[in-house]
């Protein structure tokens, strides 16, 4: 398909109907061409069948946005059904948490969350617990230090037993998990991280 100018003129029939037709063939082909329409207007489409590329107009109406590739699945964009290949380094947010004497974690925030102690604390059972999660939890003692830290019942670790945190003002201990199930959060602590 061909690019059109969208600017319907005063014309007869015939050639109206010519020039509609080839404006409604450009919108449903997305403005397919190896150049770029002639007018162009704030968050248009465009196949760039050149590069084979799917873009956008921006909203300042004054440069193309890539949205992807045309010869890729997806657009070249991850899929959440299928398994992926990254050739960058993939990171998540650590997410602070507000220190009380019930430590609240909602797993849809974040995988990786972290938090100063500043007095004796149980970490609650998260709530949005989704099975196959996993992350960690950066804990850190406050400039007292010697302060405690209790579990949720979801929380397990191995033999059944929960750790016993570093005690060492400012020292900080890792507890790793993996959600089992919307009960059960495997857990694995590493203490006095340096």
């Known amino acids: 398909m061909s690019n059109a100018d969208y600017v319907l003129a ?15 063939g450009a919108i449903s082909s997305n ?20 590069a084979n590329l799917l873009k956008q107009r921006n909203a300042a109406n004054n440069a193309w946005i890539t949205i992807g590739s045309l010869a890729a699945d997806n657009l070249g964009h991850a899929a959440l059904a ?13 997410t602070a948490l507000t220190d009380a004497s019930s430590i609240a974690t909602n797993l849809a925030l974040s995988n990786n969350f972290s938090v100063t102690l500043a007095g004796n604390r149980t970490l609650a059972n998260p709530t949005n617990i989704v099975a196959g999660q996993s992350g960690s939890f950066f804990i850190t003692q406050d400039g007292t230090g010697s302060r405690t830290l209790a579990y949720g019942t979801n929380f397990k670790f191995a033999g059944g037993t929960a750790p016993v945190l570093s005690t060492s003002a400012n020292s900080v201990d890792r507890v790793d998990y993996v959600v089992a199930s919307s009960t059960i959060i495997h857990a694995v602590a590493s203490l006095d991280v340096k």
């Not at 005063?10 to 409604?24: H, K, P, V």
């Not at 299928?82 to 650590?94: L, N």
């Open 31 to 50: 403005n397919s061409s190896s150049s770029e329409p002639s007018d162009m207007f704030a968050h248009m489409w465009w196949v760039d069948t050149t």
């Open 82 to 94: 299928s398994a992926q290949t990254f050739t960058a380094g993939q990171r998540g947010e650590i």
């Open 10 to 24: 005063n014309q007869s029939g015939a050639a109206f109907r010519a020039e509609l037709n080839t404006i409604l």
